[in-house]
């Protein structure tokens, strides 16, 4: 919200500072139902199978794993956008604006069942790393249920200065400066427990909650300049408007997270276990923070139609397409060995392309 009103501060300052001139005063609101592509998975589940299948005459051992992927993803939302400029057809000054976010997130639960085949939760990472449920004698297979819940959450903004003129008569440029942010938050949570009936011979039952929590976030803001080109071509009652632009925006990109192994051990008397004889706790806390100088290079496409439905108001409706490229994403926990070892783990930064894109309608009005 406080962006929403910054933009709309700027926007309205620069409206301000040249309403002297006899020139044109032109307001555009727009809304987008956008879509967001290409935006990668967070979370997912697998079976496991082993099974002897027929080689010719020979029978082969055959296992591995199928993944499902847990929808956590922010797949799509309502952008806005403003624009307010100054000027003529020939040439104008003016501040837009563009706003977007979304979040997503699922929770469930997965379970062997006694003929199998074998099924659990695999971690963000790079790789991914996918947990073996564990032991629960009480279970008729022996393994435990793994619970899990994620949610991921995306915001983008973008403010431009803009200084337009027409190079024909029905083309112009525009170009200027870019103002973006980004900010990409994740969280995960996984749960299960081993229930082990006199451990190891001790004469104690082990009864293990296992909570292993991820929580990371990446931010980037910066500046840096721009070009578009466009275009009307007029008929009877509607005017074509096509634009297409790059530019590219420089500026600091911050990775941060906190990783967390939990596990709250409860030892009983194996005769009944009942009885409690003792405790045990083990935590394991893994911070990251990581800042960088980073750049996000930028291309936008729309084309639409429009036309007039009252005295100094317009309407337009189209489609548009914006893609962000190297955009800073949450980092990722990422173990290549066993998920409890140390051994080369750690914190893994992550970029992605991400593309939006739909269709618009927006509305002008003129003074």
Known sequence: ???????????????LSVYGQEKQFSLSLGVSPSALYNYPSFLSTYEYYDYIETNGNHLTD?????????????GGAFSLTMDISYG??????GVSGWMYSDSANAQGSVSTPAQGPLRGVCLPGVPPRCLVPTNDERTELGYSDVSYQAEEKLAVWSLDLYRQRAFSLHSNVRYGIRVLSTKNDGYYQVGMTSWIENYNDWGMTWDNVITLTGKSDAKFTGVGPFVSLGGTHAFSRTTLSWS??????????VWSGFWHDEDQIT???????????GHLYYDGQFPYRQSHSWAIP????????????????????GLMGQALFNVPLAPLWSAPGEWQALDASGWRERSQTLIFGGPFFSFAFSF
Do not use: H
């Open 88 to 93: 003529t057809s020939d040439a104008a000054w």
């Open 62 to 74: 055959s296992y591995g794993a199928e993944l499902f992927d847990v929808d956590t993803a922010p």
């Open 298 to 317: 930028v291309t936008e496409l729309s084309i639409s139609l429009g036309g007039s439905f009252l005295a100094n108001s317009s309407w337009r409706g």
């Open 244 to 253: 297409a632009g790059a530019g590219v925006v420089l500026g600091q990109g």
């Open 267 to 277: 030892l009983y008397d194996a005769r009944d276990n009942a009885s409690v004889v």
């Open 1 to 15: 919200m406080k962006k929403a009103v910054v933009i709309v501060a700027l926007c309205a300052f620069v409206a």
